[in-house]
């Protein structure tokens, strides 16, 4: 099994910035795919961004410029550094790994931007 904590939420002015964490331990397949998605009330989740094993990163248009993300696959970890937030990234994000034993998420944290 596959186990994934996000830390780094919380609640943050427009303009302002967070950091957020997630943590993989458990049985992790290589090659693999770490990402950060985002589910606002109401709406679908979406890809904010993911990360490849081998490094190939995509964002989601909304972000660009704004968001960077890394990894660090010695220690099963991804990092979203937010900057330039926006009320409309008020959201529940999750941590996802996909292996191909399927695809895992984290419990969520909540970022919440206020105008």
């Known amino acids: 099994q596959v186990q994934l904590v996000e830390s780094g939420g919380g609640l943050v002015q427009a303009g302002g910035s967070l950091r957020l964490s997630c943590s993989a331990s458990?049985?992790?397949?290589?090659?693999?795919?770490m990402g950060w998605y985002r589910q606002a009330p109401g709406k679908q989740r979406e890809l904010v961004v993911d990360?490849?094993?081998?490094?190939?990163?995509n964002y989601a248009d909304s972000v660009k410029g704004r968001f960077s993300s890394s990894r660090d696959n010695a220690e099963n970890t991804m990092y979203l550094q937010m900057n330039s937030l926006k009320p409309e990234d008020t959201a529940v994000y999750y941590c996802?790994?996909?292996?191909?034993?399927?695809?895992?998420w984290g419990q969520g944290t909540q970022v919440t931007v206020s105008s």
């Open positions: 996802s790994l996909q292996t191909r034993g399927g695809r895992y």
């Open positions: 990360i490849t094993s081998s490094g190939y990163t």
């Open positions: 458990g049985s992790i397949f290589s090659p693999n795919a």
